[in-house]
T-cell receptor
């Protein structure tokens, strides 16, 4: 069975700093997808970034980028130039094609003014 | 609408009552998922529909929980004889089949008194 582990329950950084959220996963699959979702207090789950396992290049979306290490089964999220609006719960997630998403327990990120 | 719609947004009911939660997925999305999120926790998978069939019901916590989907569109999650431990936010998501990420609704916050 697949598992997703986020080892940082809570983090705080100053506005404009860079922060990295950790995620590791366990799977015997070779073809899968990894995601980072953001959940602000409004509780809407918002897709931040996704990575296909077959792609070696790390995904990037504006200030958000990932460090995908397939052999190490690691998928960290880097937020550059952090903003107050980045304050939220961040969930790392794993998905096989045509299957359910398996979520980590989340990291609560506070961006301090 | 443009996104996944869930109703009601909040539901308060007495222990022992039955409740129905509704999810209206994005038009054209064949896959539909239900998740449960307890306070401060990650998302727990409940059930997955592909069209009207449910190939994966493995997450339903007890036989008090059931779900159906009609016409390949709207889904209803029913909880019979509710218990206090059923209190949570119930999130629905939909996607095109295959390698597409899931789009989430705003959830239904269920409170059992």
């Amino acid at each position: 069975a697949q598992t997703v582990t986020q080892s940082q329950p809570e983090m705080s950084v100053q506005e404009a700093e860079t922060v990295t959220l950790s995620c590791t996963y366990d799977t015997s699959e070779n073809n899968y997808y990894l995601f980072w979702y953001k959940q602000p207090p409004s509780r809407q789950m918002i897709l931040v970034i996704r990575q296909e396992a077959y792609k070696q290049q790390n995904a990037t979306e504006n200030r958000f980028s990932v460090n995908f290490q397939k052999a190490a089964k690691s998928f960290s999220l880097k937020i550059s130039d952090s903003q107050l609006g980045d304050t939220a719960m961040y969930f790392c997630a794993f998905m096989k094609p045509d299957d359910k998403i398996i979520f980590g327990k989340g990291t609560r990120l506070h961006i301090l003014p | 609408g443009a996104g996944v719609s869930q109703s009601p947004s909040n539901k308060v009911t007495e222990k022992g009552k039955d409740v129905e939660l509704r999810c209206d997925p994005i038009s054209g999305h064949t896959a539909l998922y239900w998740y449960r999120q307890s306070l401060g926790q990650g998302l727990e998978f409940l059930i997955y529909f592909q069209g009207n069939s449910a190939p994966d019901k493995s997450g339903l916590p007890s036989d008090r929980f059931s779900a159906e989907r009609t016409g390949g569109s709207v889904s209803t999650l029913t909880i019979q004889r509710t218990q206090q431990e059923d209190s949570a936010v119930y999130l629905c998501a939909s996607s095109f089949t295959g390698f597409q990420p899931q789009h989430f609704g705003d959830g239904t916050r269920l409170s059992i008194l």
